[in-house]
């Protein structure tokens, strides 16, 4: 099972591969771990939509869709004053 999660600015992608994937004869096309649990975290420099992210699992592969959005930074927001 794999799990995708946003920690701050934080993409945090863990698992735990199965016995199936530990026995021997097994053709992989690239496998950082034969089995057991992983954890990576990368790290999102850039402003992105946190409910927008998409994951999708197929065949074995993990494709994650981060939409980005304007950066906000620096832009001028008017905020409404109410008088009393």
Known sequence: ????AV????LVVTGDK?????RSGALFHVAERACGRFARSIPLKLAFDASAIRATLE???????VPRIDERRGATILVPVEAR
């Open 1 to 4: 099972a794999v799990q995708v």
């Open 18 to 22: 199965g016995p199936a994937g530990c």
């Open 59 to 65: 065949r074995g592969e993990l494709r994650i869709a």
């Open 7 to 10: 920690r701050g600015s934080l």
